[in-house]
Structures are given as C-alpha cells and as structure tokens.
C-alpha cells in the first residue's frame, strides 16, 4: 500500500516560486505521478502529471529524481489566486492513491 | 461544452432515507469514480468502473452502492446504513487508468 506524505501547509508571497514535494517511498515501477489543485467547494483540477525526470507545462513544473520516491510540484511565480489545497496522487492501472493535500496560502 | 456534471450541487438527506446522487460525463471515458471528502481532509475512494456494468469497491464502499449501465453515467446512492453521510461527494471520469478529471461536486447534508 503505497504511503504518500505532503506538508499539510506552506505560506509565500505573490511573485515568489512555490515549491511542493510529495514523498513517496514505496511508489511502484508502473506508477504515475498527478497533482491536482483544489478550491473550497470545487472539484480537483488536473495540473500536471509525470513518470520522471521533469515535465512542464503553461502552468508548474513537476520534477521527479531517479529513484522516484518524492516528486516535487513547482508553481512560478505565485499570484493570490493560487490559494488552494494541492494534491499528490499515484495511479498504477487499477489502483489510486491520494495524498492528504498541502494547503498553499500565498500572500500579498 | 464537453466535462462531467454532477447534480444536485446540494441535497439534503433525513435520517434513515437513501439518496441517490448523480453523475454524468459526455467526455466518452471508460473509467468512472467517486470519491468522499469530509471538511479538511482528503479524498476517500468509494467506487470505481472501468467498464460498463462492471464496478469495483474502494476504501470506504460501506452503506454506498453503484451502478454502471451506461457508459456516460455512475451514479451513486448513499443508503441509510451508512452512518456518517454528511460529506462533499465528488465524481471523477478518465480514459483507461489515465489522468482523472473531476466533477464539481455535491453536498450532502444529513439531517
């Protein structure tokens, strides 16, 4: 059963880089890695996801090491509506495990 | 406009009755899920379809049932056993095991 942690909160300022990491020991070898953002009374919205190295797109980057077992979620430069709880997630084909979800506060 | 939809946003259950809350998706995905999340907390797996007419129980399957006769919808019925019902229920669709994307949600409040 696959343990994920994440930091339960983190403070920064607008303008500044955000950096999230989701730790992951026993990740199998067919699990991806997802991170969804999510506002209070709204369902998750996809991110980004990846399997290794680094992937980017318009909006994070997400940076896996070799031995994939943390992944960390980056957000450039941080604007107040980025206040939201992020979450870890691996899926593996039939099983689905998220993480308890990191609250980013991000102020002015 | 393509997504998933969810209804009612929010539904008010008393005691001892069965809700039945639905979700639909015009995104032609395969595989369907729900999942419960109660204040400040994660999500929680209830159930999940890869196929029609096929369904898998999650973590938390307890006083909650399926079904999935169509490809386009799931939907899920909270039964008076469960004893804990008052929660925020979310629907989510995907290709395959690919990526999830979520509904928005439906409040259910127990009273």
């Known amino acids: 059963l696959a343990k994920i942690t994440q930091p339960i909160s983190m403070d920064s300022y607008e303008g500044q880089e955000v950096n999230i990491t989701c730790s992951h020991n026993?990740?199998?070898?067919?699990?991806?890695i997802t991170w969804y953002q999510q506002f209070p009374s709204q369902g998750p919205r996809f991110i980004i996801q990846?399997?290794?190295t680094k992937v980017t797109n318009e909006v994070a980057s997400l940076f896996i090491p070799a031995d994939r077992k943390s992944s960390t979620l980056s957000l450039p430069r941080v604007s107040l509506s980025d206040t939201a709880v992020y979450y870890c997630?691996?899926?593996?084909?039939?099983?689905?495990?998220f993480g308890s979800g990191t609250k980013l506060n991000v102020k002015p | 406009d393509g997504g998933i939809t969810q209804s009612p946003k929010y539904l008010f259950r008393k005691e001892g009755q069965n809700v039945t809350l639905s979700c639909e998706q015009n995104l032609n995905h395969d595989a369907m899920y729900w999942y419960r999340q109660d204040p400040g907390q994660g999500l929680r797996l209830i159930y999940y379809?890869?196929?029609?007419?096929?369904?898998q129980k999650g973590d938390i399957a307890e006083g909650y049932s399926v079904s999935r006769e169509k490809k386009e919808s799931f939907p899920l019925t909270v039964t008076s056993a469960q004893k804990n019902p008052t929660a925020f229920y979310l629907c989510?669709?995907?290709?395959?095991?690919?990526?999830?994307?979520f509904g928005p949600g439906t409040r259910l409040t127990v009273l």
């Open positions: 379809s890869q196929i029609v007419n096929d369904f």
């Open positions: 989510a669709s995907s290709f395959s095991t690919d990526t999830q994307y």
């Open positions: 026993n990740i199998a070898t067919n699990d991806y």
């Open positions: 990846g399997y290794k």
């Open positions: 997630l691996l899926n593996n084909f039939n099983k689905f495990y």
